[in-house]
């Protein structure tokens, strides 16, 4: 099987405690696959560990294959992974929407014109073009995301990491965005609390419980 990432018996130790030891897990080409578990259990810190921004301290992860022994090596592969943080509100860094979802695609030497072509396909796509003008801080916690959401897909990254992307959303925002990541052909791994979302969305479920991941069958979930 084409692989975007394989993690190979990672640990993660912090201070106080380990958080999980020697998780490993596939994730396949535009396979899209979840991660649950409770509070604290170190979610977001494996999500973090797969996106490069923090380094294993036992282990290693493949990206397309090709093994990755410290964070310096993930550089190549900024263009294609994105990462949506659990909280978005100190992510943005335009006041409009379409200043900010175009801004990623200025700041790698694309002209007005072409990154503004981009962008308005974009909200489009994500039918979100009725917020082209409004000021960011002024958008519900939904609106937020889908934003943020916009600004990571005109990168066309390969692999879409996404910390509770519906966390705090109604249920006709989480909706929303559960069409918009059905209708992305990517990879991708979700972390999320709302098993309802989770089901709709991903075939392969892990749980992150008692420091491992365990893959759940489908009655389980
Ligand atoms: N920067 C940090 N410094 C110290 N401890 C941290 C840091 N980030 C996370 N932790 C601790 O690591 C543990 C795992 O945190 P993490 O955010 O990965 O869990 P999670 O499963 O995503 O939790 P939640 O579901 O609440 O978002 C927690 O005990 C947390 O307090």
């Known amino acids: ?32 696959i979840a991660i649950i578990g409770s509070n604290g259990s170190g979610k977001s810190t494996l999500l973090k560990i797969v996106a490069g921004l923090i380094a294993p301290t036992d282990g290693y992860l493949e990206i397309f294959h090709n093994k990755i022994n410290n964070l310096k090596e993930f550089k190549k592969y900024r263009n294609d992974i994105a990462y949506l943080p659990q909280d978005v509100t100190n992510h943005f860094l335009c006041p409009t929407v379409i200043e900010d979802v175009i ?17 308005k396909k974009i909200l489009e796509q994500l039918h979100i073009s009725h917020l082209e003008d409004r000021i960011i801080f002024d958008l519900s916690g939904g609106e937020q995301k889908i934003v943020a959401l916009a600004g990571l897909l005109i990168l066309e990254p390969r692999i879409l990491l996404l910390d509770e992307p519906t966390n705090a959303l109604d249920e006709e925002s989480e909706k929303k965005i559960v069409n918009i990541l059905n209708s992305i052909k990517k ?17 392969t479920i892990y749980k992150l419980h008692n420091n491992c991941l365990e893959k759940l069958e489908v009655e389980d979930n």
């Open 1 to 32: 099987m084409s692989c975007s990432v394989n993690l190979r018996a990672v640990s993660y130790k912090n201070d106080k405690k380990e958080l999980f030891s020697k998780i490993s897990f596939n994730l396949g080409h535009e396979e899209k």
């Open 103 to 119: 801004f990623s695609l200025r700041t790698r030497g694309e002209s007005k014109e072409v990154a503004l072509e981009k962008g």
């Open 187 to 203: 990879s991708m791994v979700i972390v999320s609390h709302h098993k309802s979302f989770i089901e709709s969305l991903a075939p």
